[in-house]
């Protein structure tokens, strides 16, 4: 079995993990991001697979992933909607702190530590993967991305977001968030590791599936929250794509 595992980024995670769930705490970005995030995963969600989001349980009978699941900021949103979640990630810490959260919460939440290339070989198979802020954590990216395909059943949907690699990005993402607001710890992300739009959908059409729509994530310092964004993809984005039928 091959993996696509960083183990100098896995590091950096574990040693955060104790504090996913503190809206104060390392993961503070990610809290505020959150509701962003999830507006555009239901939305895309409910599109493909023609659910109201009005409704109870509007995901009932879909099985999705959540790759790098971390403590279940989105692993959990999903139960509630009805979904059969499993959530999986490379940093072992973090299985236990979402296992006690999702309990906790009253959700029965499949999370294990293991990695999206061990469960493809394991024939696994998803209606939908998520695939947020960890494409720039791996080792090959292009082989990652394969991987998520395999995991879907076809015509299944597949979410990814990453951080655009720019001067703005430099600015914002890595000295921004790390030295100035400190809101990560230094050395959180490498700004060589970050990949642009089109570079990442060049690599979703390599991986065989393809691409249906990508926005940007934005920040506005003077409301302090994030919105979606047609245009600007300048920093933080997220692409939706398809597995052909």
């Not at 703005?168 to 959180?188: D, H, N, Q």
Request: a negative charge; proline letters at 6%.
């Amino acid at each position: 079995m091959t993996t696509t595992v960083d183990a100098s980024e896995i590091a950096k995670f574990e040693a955060m993990a104790a504090e996913w769930w503190d809206p104060n705490g390392k993961f503070k970005p990610l809290h505020m991001l959150n509701p962003c995030r999830l507006d555009y995963i239901t939305s895309q969600i409910a599109e493909e697979f023609d659910r109201d989001l009005s409704t109870p349980r509007a995901f009932d009978g879909l099985r999705i992933l959540d790759i790098g699941c971390g403590g279940g900021l989105l692993s959990e949103p999903m139960a509630r909607l009805g979904a059969d979640v499993v959530g999986v990630d490379a940093a072992e810490r973090n299985i236990p702190v979402a296992q006690t959260h999702a309990a906790q919460s009253g959700l029965e939440i499949d999370y294990r530590f293991t990695t999206a290339e061990a469960m493809a070989d394991a024939g696994e198979q998803f209606d939908a993967v998520l695939n947020m802020e960890v494409v720039e954590h791996v080792a090959d990216p292009q082989a990652y991305l394969t991987g998520c395909q395999q995991l879907l059943k076809p015509g299944g949907l597949h979410i990814c977001s990453t951080i655009n690699r720019n001067p703005k990005s430099f600015a914002v993402a890595i000295l921004g968030a790390e030295y100035v607001m400190r809101w990560l710890p230094k050395g959180t992300h490498d700004w060589s590791k970050f990949i642009t739009p089109d570079e990442l959908y060049d690599l979703i059409r390599k991986a065989g599936l393809n691409p249906v729509d990508r926005k940007g994530f934005v920040f506005n310092p003077i409301t302090w929250g994030w919105s979606l964004s047609d245009r600007d993809l300048s920093v933080n984005y997220v692409t939706a794509s398809l597995k052909p039928v």
